[in-house]
């Protein structure tokens, strides 16, 4: 019994890391698109002042 529970117990611990990589990575995807939008906004942004000058 001990054994098993062991077994169970890593498997867990290995399940949640995956899940934890795998929303941390869902998360840095989202945070870089944001910053990229933002970025590409900022740039259209400044290209129009310019055109107005």
């Not at 529970?5 to 899940?19: E, G, I, K, P, V």
């Not at 970025?39 to 107005?52: C, D, H, N, P």
């Amino acid at each position: 019994m001990p054994e098993e529970a062991r077994c169970f117990m890593l498997h867990l611990r290995t399940r949640l890391r995956l899940w934890s990589l795998l929303i941390s990575a869902f998360a840095g995807q989202a945070r870089l698109s944001r910053v990229l939008a933002l970025g590409s906004r900022r740039r259209e942004s400044l290209r129009s002042e310019t055109e107005r000058r």
